[in-house]
């Protein structure tokens, strides 16, 4: 049998920010291959990308709905085994739903859904699917990340007391001020990027890396949002207050409209033997605080680390990976689960996160809107 998976691609054209993301990532390991793909609703211009990148023309199809009738006449081992969905938010439900529904494995872009009423159908096809479904919060394939998790989960922090998880970004100060302008971007939309922009397109990443890291659950949260003008609908700054148990609170800091910042995701977790400091935009080194000790600083591919980090190296240590890398190993990890080949419990984002996510963006918007309540989650 062929290694490489035949990966289908919908959405993330040559207009797209995310697209190249993929793309490069799902080639890194050499498990896929990009055989077919509406990348553009227009079809010119999706024939024109795939012709730039070399994708034969046979399989880049009209719309979706084409995409799915075609394939499904074609044999079982000719047929696109995953696929990528990489449109804005308010086309993965229908399209990973249709895409579940028809035995396709799922590669999707977070937020999963628009809602968590969509989360929950999404989820039951999935399990009566039962094909492999991965969510793209693509900072979990960092291997200091991946290092955080497993050295909390073996007690090098102890008790948790405390989370502080930050992701500000500053695009949207560039655009909010106009009218014109801020209409003029799906994020701000609610038709196309559902009930949240900020909280919805980073806050979530935040908050899945609260989760991801800690192995901990958020119980309850309290928001305060910031919208910036009357007539606009989404919210573009966001403090969220999270408890994860009575003596595990955080909080939860994100910003579209933090000037200057880039892409700035960064944690920090305290616990009563050690604490994690971590940024994604310096993402190979992860600072261990301690009261007694001198700031130790690990680092990739260093023997030291365990399984789930060293798996998402590829060089020896000090040749920098970023993430390209990241975001393929969360494609490798989904290609061993394809192919039933075993995986560790973290190598991917799953279905449960997706909801989770869910879960945590209309629990924020609640609790703005209710007058900064707390709201307990699922
Ligand atoms: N994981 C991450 O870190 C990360 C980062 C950025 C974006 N995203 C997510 O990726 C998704 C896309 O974001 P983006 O910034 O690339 O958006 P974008 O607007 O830059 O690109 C969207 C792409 O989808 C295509 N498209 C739109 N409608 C389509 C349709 N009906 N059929 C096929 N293609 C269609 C567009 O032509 C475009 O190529 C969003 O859900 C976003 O939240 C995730």
Redesign the pocket.
Known sequence: MPKKLRLGI??????????V?HRVASQINDNYEIVGA?????FK??KEFAREIDVPLNRIYE??DTFIEEEMKLPENERIQVCSV????F??FPMALKLLENGFHVIC???MTTSLDEAKILQKAHKKAGTVFAL????TGYPMVRQMREMIKAGALGKIHKVDAVYYQGWINTIIHDKKKRSSV??LDPKKAGISSCI??IGV?AFNMVEYTTGLKVKSILSDFNYLYKDNKMDVDGTVLIRMAEHVKGVIRSSQVATGEENGLAIAIYGEKAAFRWEQENPNFLYVLSDTKPTQVYKPGHAYNSNLSLDGTKLPAGHPEGIFDS?ANIYLGTAKAIRGEDYNDGEFPTMTDGVRGMNFIEGTVASHKQGNVWIALD
């Open positions: 919908l959405g993330g054209g040559g207009d797209s920010l995310i697209g993301l509406v990348f553009n609703p227009d211009l999706n719309d979706f990489l449109t804005p938010n086309l993965h872009e977070k937020p793209t919060h693509t900072y799906w994020r919805g397109d990443h975001m």
